[in-house]
């Protein structure tokens, strides 16, 4: 109860938390949601593994393409629904290749290369 008392007052951090399956069900790790300040003895832990509810027929194929296409389950979103319940927008994302990594870094470079330049030349 005490972490939807702090979810309303905004006090979630969304940057460093992920999914992960353990035994056909799926759980949000390192999503670090404050303890309540007007909490008790029973605040919750911040850090604690949360359950996610989904349909066992999603969690499947979500599972199917993590194993077989080597893709991440990534959390996007939290939210409240027009019922007041806490929601968590998720996405499968796939890493990088070798060249797409490659042509980032060149093009970093490329755009510090070119403020150098720029500052130089002022």
Known sequence: MTEVKSLRSGRAN???YYASFDYDV???INAHISEYGHGNRNNHDPLRP???LMHKKEIKKIAGQIQKAGKTLVPLSMYFNDRGIVKVKVGLASGKKQHD???TERDRDWGREKQRLLKSSV
């Open 26 to 28: 799926l759980y949000l």
């Open 14 to 16: 969304i940057q460093d």
């Open 50 to 52: 949360r359950q996610l």
């Open 101 to 103: 990594k490659r042509a």
